[in-house]
């Protein structure tokens, strides 16, 4: 089974920073793009990052550009999202997903369980 568990986040005050953590199992980790989305309180889902499968490109939402950085460990298959500087506009449940956008990760099918980053001003 292709499963995607997440780990990290929490309460955190504004300026501080936080590493979430999305571990694989079930498919060759090396051959898929990973995505990671957030979705905030009354707003939709929005795409936070890209990492390509071959780690050699990344992409960002604009919002979090040179704050986030995605990067994953292939012995570990874990993906990681590192975020510096946070805003309380950062408050959202973030999700990891095999595929960097909402079609692709929707015909994909793989998410990770969500988790809770809060940003107090």
């Known amino acids: 089974e292709m499963q995607l568990v997440q780990s990290g986040g929490g309460l955190v005050q504004a300026g501080e920073s936080l590493t979430l953590s999305c571990a694989a199992s079930g498919f060759s980790f090396d051959e898929f793009a990973i995505g990671w989305f957030r979705q905030a309180p009354g707003k939709q889902r929005e795409a936070v990052s890209c990492?390509?499968?071959?780690?050699?490109?990344?992409d960002y939402a604009q919002s979090v550009k040179g704050r986030f950085t995605a990067s994953k460990d292939n012995d570990k298959k874990t993906v990681f999202l590192q975020m510096r500087n946070l805003k309380p506009d950062d408050t959202a449940v973030y999700y990891c997903?095999?595929?960097?956008?909402?079609?692709?990760?929707?015909?994909?099918?793989?998410w990770g369980q969500g988790t809770l980053v809060t940003v107090s001003s």
């Open positions: 990492l390509s499968y071959s780690n050699d490109y990344t």
């Open positions: 997903a095999i595929g960097c956008s909402e079609g692709p990760a929707a015909a994909f099918g793989v």
